[in-house]
């Protein structure tokens, strides 16, 4: 399959692509629970080469990642079969995904 290939239109894309990317409901409500506990932290924060936190706590040298489990790629909520015509490219973006989310996790 040729990496210029369009993505094609389907009811689910429109869906998909009116998710927010940042500030999601889970982001906001842990972000709500650690400022309530006193912490306090930066937003979306770069914490190395093409590694952006959701939220950083600066005085404990702590990234924090939220991962939704649809684009992460979760084991037990994840979609594991991808249907349609663009499910080669679903397949490749949430393999990138995952890789991008290991690479992440191991940034010192």
């Known amino acids: 399959m ?8 389907t009811p689910r894309s429109a869906q998909l692509r009116g ?7 889970p982001e906001k409500a842990l972000r709500s629970a650690v400022h309530a ?5 930066r937003l ?8 952006t936190a959701d939220f950083v706590l600066p005085r404990y040298s702590v990234a924090v990642f939220v991962d939704g489990c649809f684009w992460h790629g979760c084991p037990s909520h994840g979609t594991r079969h991808f249907r349609g015509p663009n499910a080669s490219r679903w397949k490749a973006k949430i393999t990138t995904n995952i890789e991008r989310d290991a690479r992440n996790q191991s940034c010192e």
């Not at 998710?19 to 409901?25: A, F, K, V």
């Open 37 to 41: 506990l006193g912490l306090r932290f």
């Open 19 to 25: 998710r927010r990317i940042r500030d999601t409901e």
């Open 44 to 51: 979306h924060r770069k914490v190395a080469s093409r590694c």
């Open 2 to 9: 040729s990496t210029h290939e369009e993505w094609v239109s």
